[in-house]
C-alpha cells in the first residue's frame, strides 16, 4: 500500500486500541512506542499515521505488542470525511514534530551561548559530543515529520552553524553540503519554489520577492520533502533550499541580505518576521503579537497557499508603510 501523504484526501491509517489497566509501565510503554513512530492522538484511544507502507508495519507491530500485553487494538485505513479536515489532521502532525524541533533549538541556542562563553579551546574539547547528539536527534525527529513542519529549518540552520564554528580543518568543511548561495544579480527571472502550507516566514518572503526584487516572479507551492529543483529554479524556505535559514536568521532575514536591501522599513519587519517564526523573542517588537494574530488568522481561513500569500501581501503593504513613515 502507497499513498501521497501530502496529497489531498490521502488515506489515513488509525490505531484504535484500548490497554489493561496494569502494569502501569506497560501503558507507558505504549505511549513511548507512539511517540517514537511519530503517530498523534486524534481521540484518547486513537491515534493516527499518514497511509504508507512503513507506517502500518509500524502500526502493525504495536498492535502485535498491545495484544501481547494483554490489550486490545485494530488497525483500519480511513478517509476523514466530517470533524476533521486533512488539513487540521497534517496541522496535528506539524504541531507535535514542531514541539520536538523547538526543543533541539533551544539546546542549540544553549550550547551556542556556552560557546562563546568559554572560547575556543572549549568548543573543540566538550562540544563535539553534543552537537553529534543534537544531529542525531534531528534525524530522529525528521524521520516522523511526514509532512515538513517549519521548525526543522531553524533547527538544523542553529545545528550546522554550531558545526561550522567547531570545524577548523578546511577539507572537513568542503565536505560538508552547502547550498548554492545566489546573489542580488541571480534572484530575477527565476521561478521561485517553497513547501506547500504556508506561513509568516513565506508569506513574507513572496511579498518581498514579488514587491522589491521582481514583480513578475513566479512562485510555486511544492510538497516540502524531497523536491528536486528544476532548471532556474530557486527554492526558499525550504531545507536545504538556495535560500533558507542560516544559523538564527530566518528566510525573511536571509533573502534580504542575498537581494542587497537595506531599507529600514523592510529591516524592521524582518525583526517581526524572525520573532513570530523563531519564537525566540530576540528584538520584542511590541507589533509581533498582533501580526502574529492575523497570519494566523489568514492561514486558518485560506487552505490555499496563493490566497494566503494575497492576503498576507495587504498586511505587509500596510505595515511596511507604516514603517517607513515612522522610520521602523
Wanted: one cysteine or more; aromatic letters at 8%.
Amino acid at each position: 500500500m502507497t499513498a501521497d501523504v501530502n496529497g489531498p484526501n490521502a488515506p489515513w491509517l488509525l490505531l484504535i486500541h484500548q490497554l489493561p489497566s496494569k502494569p502501569a509501565y506497560f501503558r507507558v510503554k505504549i505511549w513511548r512506542r507512539l511517540q517514537g513512530i511519530g503517530a498523534v492522538a486524534v481521540k484518547s484511544t486513537v491515534y493516527a499515521l499518514p497511509a504508507n507502507a512503513e507506517t502500518q508495519e509500524d502500526f502493525e507491530w504495536l498492535l502485535k505488542e498491545i495484544v501481547e500485553g494483554g490489550g486490545e487494538a485494530l488497525v483500519c485505513e480511513a478517509r476523514l470525511i466530517d470533524g476533521l479536515s486533512d488539513g487540521q489532521a497534517r496541522a496535528l502532525f506539524d504541531a507535535a514534530r514542531d514541539e520536538d524541533y523547538d526543543e533541539v533549538a533551544k539546546e542549540a541556542r544553549d550550547l551556542a551561548a556556552r560557546l562563546e562563553a568559554n572560547g575556543a579551546a572549549a568548543k573543540r574539547a566538550e562540544s563535539r559530543g553534543q552537537i553529534g547528539r543534537l544531529r542525531k536527534r534531528l534525524a530522529e525527529i525528521a524521520a516522523t515529520d511526514f509532512f515538513g513542519a517549519t521548525g526543522r529549518l531553524t533547527a538544523e540552520s542553529l545545528i550546522a552553524d554550531l558545526e561550522r564554528r567547531l570545524t577548523e580543518d578546511t577539507d572537513m568543511a568542503s565536505e560538508m553540503p552547502q547550498a548554492p548561495q545566489p546573489t542580488a544579480a541571480d534572484l530575477k527571472g527565476r521561478i521561485w519554489v517553497t513547501r506547500t502550507g504556508v506561513h509568516v516566514d513565506r508569506i513574507a518572503c513572496s511579498w518581498l520577492i514579488r514587491r522589491f526584487i521582481d514583480p513578475d516572479a513566479v512562485i510555486r507551492f511544492v510538497p516540502g520533502k524531497g523536491y528536486v529543483p528544476k532548471e532556474g529554479e530557486l527554492r526558499f524556505d525550504m531545507f536545504e533550499g538556495e535560500i533558507t535559514h542560516e544559523g538564527d536568521r530566518c528566510s525573511f532575514e536571509v533573502l534580504l541580505g542575498r537581494a542587497g536591501i537595506t531599507d529600514p522599513a523592510l529591516q524592521a519587519i524582518s525583526e517581526i518576521v524572525h520573532d513570530i517564526d523563531l519564537k525566540d523573542a530576540k528584538f520584542g517588537r511590541e507589533e509581533t503579537t498582533g501580526i502574529a494574530h492575523l497570519i494566523a488568522g489568514i492561514a486558518m481561513a485560506n487552505d490555499e497557499d496563493a490566497e494566503r500569500v494575497a492576503k498576507g501581501a495587504s498586511v505587509f503593504d500596510n505595515l511596511y508603510e507604516y514603517f517607513r513613515k515612522n522610520r521602523g
